[in-house]
């Protein structure tokens, strides 16, 4: 979208804003919905709704719960943060962007989305907009959510009220790549339909919009996004269990096949969080409906989930040719949330690669500036120390936090009982400086 593109949108929906009155909900005040929800109050009034009251009592205070934001962010937008759903009835455009997960048993959770199209329905009234961004399989929106909506609003969709599905992109973590300067793709029920969602977003993305020409299509786009990133880190991640098994270095090969101008640079590593490691499962999930079982997606998810396991067993082997029992072993993990710079533990693989260790009954001590302890223990029974304790046979340095990639091979050498023994999951610190140390 070139600037005199963008210029026309910012007044049509000024002039949108300005005839119609609009309002904006956002349902799910998540590192997705509080972001968006912010940047949209700069121009519309918000109201942003999340069922946790002691998140909204945090946003009240202009304090963001994922630890994302600063309260610089809140400045200036017109937002009331609720936990009262019927507040929402003053809106008449309305964005869900509740978290969609998966069961133990890798099957869509859609019970958030479901209850969040519920509590929009009992609102709803004729001339509305919904807008759905959580990340879903093709159809779900259409075939899932919106007849949620019809069954407890009484209005029927496309002629009572507009819809559409507009995916989010927002990574957490990422300071430069922020709300306004993403590319947004929007779809519609109808073009009445999306040229409304169109002007709406056009108010605060800079980065232009793609107008995807269904519904179903903008679904199926966000979802293989993250599916796509998937089978690629698989793929590195099988090669690094082949070339240790060969004992070649798997980083060293990359740089050297780095150098020829198409190869794809991905690397290997823990495959979690709340995107890359659910989202494959929806697709598999829709296509298994349909009458097709899926042979790569699945195949990536197997290498993937199957890391955790092949690390705990490579670090008890190496304790096992050192001399050193495993059942009598300490090692600390640092890190244990999805990525580096963010305080998000939800699918962490770390907590598979801990529960492994432990497996070996192996004494673990996990560490993470940025990581809850009550979350971690709430939710996966895990114990998160404030400070390293004595001496460790083994380090695994499993995240990338600056404060850890910043530390030096003497700092490493005081955390360990004899020589450093250092397995480096991120392959951040200089192999050159450890004397035993291993990465993927």
């Known amino acids: ?46 109201i942003g709704f ?16 994922s630890n994302e934001l600063t309260s610089v962010a809140f400045e200036h937008a017109d937002i ?28 869509p959770n859609l019970q958030p989305l479901l209850s969040a199209s519920q509590s929009i329905g009992k609102i709803l009234k004729k001339g509305d907009t919904v807008v759905y961004e959580s990340t879903v399989y093709p159809g779900c929106t259409e075939e899932d959510c919106v007849p949620v909506l019809e069954k407890y609003s009484g209005l029927t969709a496309g ?5 559409g599905y507009s995916p989010e992109r927002i990574v957490p973590g990422d300071k430069v790549r922020t709300v306004r300067k993403i590319l947004k793709i929007v779809s519609g029920n109808s073009p009445e339909a ?20 269904s519904i179903k299509v903008a679904e199926a786009a966000k979802v293989i996004e993250n599916t796509q990133r998937d089978i690629n880190i698989s793929l590195m991640n099988e090669l690094a269990i082949i070339f240790d098994k060969m004992n070649i270095d798997t980083q060293a090969v990359l740089e050297a096949a780095g150098t020829k101008w198409n190869f794809h640079k991905y690397q290997p590593g823990l495959v979690g969080g709340h995107c890359i490691s659910v989202d494959p499962f929806y697709l598999m999930h829709k296509a298994k409906k349909i009458g097709i079982d899926p042979q790569v ?38 890190g244990v949330t999805f990525k580096e710079e963010v305080s998000d533990i939800r699918n962490s693989k770390v907590i598979d690669l801990i529960k492994e260790l432990q497996d070996y009954s ?46 030096t091979p003497l700092e490493f050498e005081k955390l360990s009982n004899g020589e450093t023994l250092l397995f480096d999951i991120k392959g951040v610190m200089n192999k050159k400086e450890f004397k035993n140390y291993w990465r993927l």
């Open 194 to 213: 999306l040229e409304k969602i169109a002007s709406v977003y056009g108010a605060i993305i800079q980065a232009g919009l793609h107008q995807a020409p």
């Open 50 to 65: 999340d069922i946790n009251k002691e998140r909204i009592a945090l946003m009240q205070q202009g304090i963001d719960p």
């Open 297 to 334: 997606i699945a195949a990536g998810r197997r290498v993937n989930d199957f890391i955790p396991t092949f690390i705990a067993k490579k670090v008890a082997q190496t304790l096992i040719e050192l001399g050193k029992n495993p059942g009598k072993a300490r090692v600390l993990v640092m």
């Open 362 to 407: 192996i004494e673990v001590d996990a560490i993470d500036p940025n990581a809850s302890p009550v979350e971690l223990q709430q939710h996966y029974g895990v114990a998160l120390q404030s400070q390293p304790s004595g001496t460790y046979d083994a380090i695994v340095l499993a995240v990338g936090h600056a404060q850890y990639r910043n530390m």
């Open 159 to 163: 002629v009572d009220f507009h819809f």
């Open 80 to 107: 009331t943060f609720t936990s009262n759903y019927e507040d929402l009835s003053n809106a008449n455009f309305h964005i869900i962007g509740v978290p969609t997960d998966i069961d133990k048993n890798k099957v």
């Open 1 to 46: 979208m070139n600037l005199e593109q963008q210029h026309a949108n910012k007044l049509e929906t000024r002039n949108l804003k300005q005839n119609t009155n609009i309002i904006l909900s956002v349902t799910g005040l998540g590192y997705v919905g509080l972001p968006l929800a912010l940047e949209f109050a700069k121009e519309f009034k918000v």
